[in-house]
C-alpha cells in the first residue's frame, strides 16, 4: 500500500468514527447539562467543597467560581511541585525551580500543557498523578462550563442566570470525562501502552552501555491529555513515545480523541438552543477548516521536493516511521486545530509551509473544532462577528439565534478576539528586543524567528505544542509564557461569560423575512470567510517573516 493511500484510509476511517460518536455523545452532553438531577457521588463533592449545585448564578458570580477554582488549582500544583523533593513517590526527583514550577502550574491548569521539561526527567508519580493528571480533567471540565454558559445565554431569555459553575465542574468531570476516560485507557493498554508505578530501571544494552527508563501510569494520563485537548505528556517525546503511542491503531485512536468531544459539542450545542440546524451550521464550519488544513498538510508533506524526499516517499525528517506521514500530518493538524497540543513527531522538521500550517491553526484561535469548549465557544465568538459584518452590509441590527448583537455585544466579541493576537505578538517582539531570549534558538534567519513566534502562539492560544530547537527552560521563557498562558485563557473567558450573561438578560426578537438565516450553507461559506480574513490579517506579516519566507526560500 503506498503511504499517500495509507494516509488517505486513516483519515477516511477517522471521520467514520467520529460520525457514528457525534449523535450519542452530543445527546447525552446535553442531557448532562440540563438534568436536575444530582448523583450520590456528586452530592459527596458538593459537600466537600461547601457548593449548593442548585443554586442559579449571574454571570459575575459564575465568573468568580471560574477564576477562584483555577487561583486555587495554579497554587496547588505550583506547592506540589515545589515540595517535590519531601514527597514519597519521587522517584528520587528534586523539587522543581520557582520559575519552572510556575510555568508548568500555570500551564496545566490553563489547559495548555506546556512543557519546557523532561518528564521523565523531573516530575515523580505524584506530580504526574496527584497534580497533572487531576488538572487534566478539571482544566478541561472549566472549558466546557464556559462553553455551557454562553449557550445557555443565546437559549434563556429574560434572565441573567447561566447555571451554577460548581454543578457544570463536576458534572463534566464525572459523567463525561471520567468514564470515557476509563474506557480510553484501557483500549491504550491493549495497544500496548504502559500503566505501571515503576521505579527508574535500566534497560537493554546500547553502544556499551545502559539506558535508565521509568514507569508511570501512561496510559491514563494518555487518554485524557487527548480527550481533554491537554496535550503534556509523561515523556519528553510525547505521543511520539512508544509507551504512549505504540503503533499506527493507538495513533489513530488518540486523533480519535482529541477531536471526538470538540466535533459533539456542536449538536449538544443545537440541542440546547432548540436547533439542531444551527448545530451542523457550526459543525459544517468547523469540519470545512478541518479538512482543509488536513489535505493541504497532507499535501505538503507528500510532495517530492527533492532526491531525499523521493526515496522516503516524502518528508520523513522528524516523524516516526510507525506512523508515517499520513498518521504525522493528520495528528499534527488534529493537535494544532485544537488545544491540544500533543505531538506524534516535530513540528520543526515539518517543511517550511507545513510547519506555517500547525502555526495557522493555532491563530485561528482553535475553534476548527477547537479544545473541549474553548473551540465551541471561540467559533459562536466568531459567528457573532460573522453576522455583525452581515449587518453592516445590508444596514439592519445584528440577530443570532433570535437575540441582538448590540453594541455591548459586540465590544465582547472585539476583546474576545484582540487580546491572544496582542500577547503574541507583543511577547514575540519583546523576544528579539532583548538580547537574552534570542540566544535561545537553535537556528537563524525565518525558521529561527518562527521557533519564537510559535512559543508564544501556543502558549497564548493555550495550545501546548513546541516546534523544537528553542530551549524555553530559561527564566525568560518560563516567566513570559507562563503569563501568556494564563492572560490567555481566562481573559478571554471574561469576556464570553459576561457576553452569556448579556445575551442571557435579553428578550427574544422574532424571526423576519430579513433575518440572517444562520443555519444555511451561505452562512457557513460566511463564517469561514470571516475567520480566514480575520486571522491573516492579524498575523499575516509576522508569518511573511518566519514559515511563508522559509517556505519559499525552499
Not at 159 to 185: K, Q, S, Y
Not at 275 to 289: C, D, E, F, P, V
Not at 378 to 396: E, P, Q, S, Y
Request: charged share 10%; proline share 4%; aromatic share 10%.
Amino acid at each position: 500500500m503506498s503511504p499517500v493511500l495509507s494516509g488517505v484510509l486513516q483519515l477516511l476511517a477517522l471521520i467514520v468514527a467520529l460520525g457514528l460518536s457525534y449523535r450519542p455523545l452530543g445527546d447525552h452532553m446535553a442531557r448532562v447539562y440540563s438534568s436536575e438531577k444530582h448523583y450520590k457521588p456528586e452530592k459527596w463533592i458538593y459537600k466537600a467543597i461547601g457548593a449548593n449545585p442548585s443554586v442559579e448564578m449571574r454571570w459575575p458570580a459564575y465568573l468568580r467560581g471560574v477564576l477562584a477554582f483555577s487561583a486555587v488549582s495554579v497554587l496547588f500544583l505550583y506547592l506540589l511541585q515545589r515540595l517535590q523533593g519531601s514527597l514519597p513517590g519521587s522517584l528520587g526527583f528534586a523539587s522543581i525551580d520557582p520559575d519552572q514550577a510556575f510555568n508548568t502550574a500555570a500551564s496545566f491548569v490553563a489547559n495548555t500543557n506546556w512543557q519546557s521539561y523532561y518528564g521523565e526527567q523531573a516530575m515523580g508519580h505524584v506530580v504526574q498523578t496527584g497534580g497533572l493528571a487531576v488538572q487534566n480533567f478539571v482544566s478541561a471540565a472549566v472549558g466546557i462550563a464556559v462553553a455551557v454558559a454562553l449557550v445557555r445565554g443565546f437559549a434563556r431569555s429574560r434572565t441573567g442566570e447561566l447555571g451554577n459553575f460548581w454543578a457544570d465542574l463536576v458534572r463534566g468531570t464525572v459523567r463525561i470525562l471520567l468514564p470515557m476516560a476509563v474506557i480510553g485507557a484501557l483500549v491504550l493498554v491493549a495497544c500496548g501502552a504502559i500503566q505501571n508505578f515503576a521505579g527508574v530501571h535500566e534497560v537493554g544494552q546500547f553502544t556499551g552501555g545502559t539506558q535508565q527508563w521509568n514507569g508511570g501510569a501512561v496510559a491514563s494520563q494518555e487518554v485524557i491529555k487527548e480527550l481533554g485537548t491537554n496535550g503534556g505528556g509523561y515523556f519528553n517525546a510525547n505521543s511520539a513515545h512508544p509507551f504512549e503511542n505504540p503503533n499506527g491503531l493507538s495513533n489513530l485512536f488518540e486523533i480519535y480523541l482529541i477531536l471526538v468531544i470538540p466535533f459533539a459539542l456542536t449538536r449538544t450545542f443545537g440541542r440546547m438552543v432548540g436547533s439542531l440546524k444551527q448545530g451542523y451550521a457550526i459543525l459544517a464550519t468547523m469540519a470545512t477548516i478541518w479538512l482543509g488544513f488536513t489535505a493541504l498538510m497532507m499535501w505538503t508533506e507528500f510532495h517530492h521536493g527533492g532526491p531525499a524526499f523521493d526515496i522516503a516517499g516524502g518528508a520523513m525528517e522528524g516523524k516516526e516511521t510507525r506512523f508515517g506521514i499520513g498518521g504525522s500530518s493528520i495528528f499534527a493538524v488534529a493537535t494544532t486545530l485544537t488545544s491540544t497540543g500533543a505531538v506524534n513527531s516535530f513540528h520543526s522538521s515539518f517543511t517550511g509551509f507545513g510547519g506555517g500550517i500547525t502555526m495557522l491553526g493555532m491563530q485561528l484561535g482553535e475553534i476548527a473544532p477547537g479544545g473541549v469548549g474553548s473551540g465551541l465557544y471561540g467559533m459562536l465568538i466568531m459567528a457573532i462577528i460573522a453576522v455583525f459584518l452581515a449587518g453592516l452590509m445590508v444596514g439592519r441590527t445584528p440577530e443570532y439565534l433570535g437575540k441582538k448583537i448590540g453594541t455591548r455585544e459586540i465590544k465582547f466579541a472585539a476583546c474576545y478576539i484582540l487580546i491572544t493576537p496582542a500577547l503574541v505578538l507583543g511577547f514575540t517582539a519583546a523576544s528579539f528586543v532583548l538580547d537574552t531570549p534570542a540566544n535561545s534558538m537553535t537556528n537563524s534567519g525565518a525558521h529561527g524567528f518562527s521557533e519564537i513566534l510559535y512559543a508564544y502562539t501556543s502558549g497564548a492560544n493555550n495550545n501546548g505544542s513546541a516546534f523544537a530547537g528553542l530551549n524555553a527552560d530559561t527564566q525568560w521563557f518560563n516567566s513570559t509564557i507562563g503569563i501568556a498562558m494564563l492572560l490567555g485563557r481566562f481573559l478571554p473567558m471574561v469576556f464570553v461569560v459576561a457576553l452569556a450573561g448579556s445575551l442571557a438578560e435579553q428578550k427574544p426578537v422574532p424571526e423576519t423575512a430579513g433575518t440572517l438565516r444562520t443555519e444555511k450553507p451561505l452562512f457557513t461559506g460566511l463564517l469561514v470567510g470571516t475567520i480566514t480574513i480575520v486571522t491573516g490579517l492579524t498575523y499575516f506579516p509576522a508569518l511573511a517573516l518566519g514559515p511563508l519566507a522559509e517556505g519559499l526560500a525552499a
